[in-house]
């Protein structure tokens, strides 16, 4: 197994038809992916399971205890003998996901990600067992679990053998920080728009300079502070 997902949440079920979806199940069936998702409330000592409380300090909403975060956090790295692992908090406070970020957790092999809900966790959750804090973009989510998700695809599909064979990151969006070109397929004409004639050339040095001018067009124009990057 080349990566094992481990998820800590309130809302275990979330994460089932994603798991039994063809990409991700293919992917843990040819056992190059594992995901164990851990439900939060079973690790609670308290008599009626409960996982949050008040804030010291006042204010809206509940914040989630560190008891039960903890205990599944000392149950997962137990059972599955994990050292130093990485632990991802989902939170709109964390470092904006990105391919870069994708790429670099692609080459661990436990990555541990926590999700809240309420207004937050214990501020001492993180400082004791955070490595990476992670938000999915400028807007918040009622909890951490699709956030999870995303960085769980992300990744996972830039793990070997989780695409197809013939599949290359080489020209896709985000590589050399530019957008990916305009892509066509048969038939030549569709109501009347016909394919860019270049494409039909069959001149490979011709449809390379169409495609890097139109990949450049569309980054100039939708995402200029990526080619401020390059
Ligand atoms: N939890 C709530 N909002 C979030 C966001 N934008 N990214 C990651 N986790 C979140």
């Given amino acids: 197994i080349d990566m094992r997902f481990h998820i800590m949440t309130l809302f275990p079920e979330i994460f089932n038809s994603y798991m039994n979806e063809s990409i991700m199940k293919r992917a843990i069936e040819k056992g190059i992916i594992d995901c164990k998702v851990y439900n939060i409330r079973d690790f609670s000592e308290n008599k009626h399971k409960k996982v949050d409380d008040y804030p010291f300090g006042g204010?809206?909403?509940?914040v989630m205890t560190p008891q039960p975060i903890i205990d599944t956090y000392k149950h997962i790295v137990e059972t599955n003998k994990i050292e130093n692992p990485r632990v991802i908090y989902l939170t709109p406070k964390g470092k904006v996901h990105c391919q870069e970020i994708a790429k670099k957790l692609s080459i661990e092999e436990d990555v541990i990600l926590l999700c809240g809900h309420y207004e937050g966790i214990d501020q001492r959750v993180i400082d004791m067992i955070v490595t990476d804090e992670i938000s999915i973009g400028d807007y918040v989510l009622t909890g951490g679990e699709l956030a999870a998700l995303v960085v769980i695809d992300s990744i996972s599909r830039l793990?070997?053998?989780?695409?197809?064979?013939?599949?290359?990151?080489?020209?896709?969006?985000?590589?050399?920080?530019?957008l990916e070109y305009p892509q066509y397929t048969r038939p030549r004409v569709y109501e009347g728009m016909e394919v860019p004639e270049v494409l039909l050339s069959g001149n490979h040095k011709k449809i390379d300079e169409w495609r890097r001018e139109e990949s450049i067009k569309i980054t100039k124009e939708r995402r200029p502070d990526l080619l401020d990057k390059k």
């Fill in 159 to 178: 793990i070997p053998g989780v695409l197809g064979q013939n599949e290359s990151f080489e020209d896709e969006s985000f590589e050399n920080n530019l």
């Fill in 59 to 62: 204010g809206a909403g509940m």
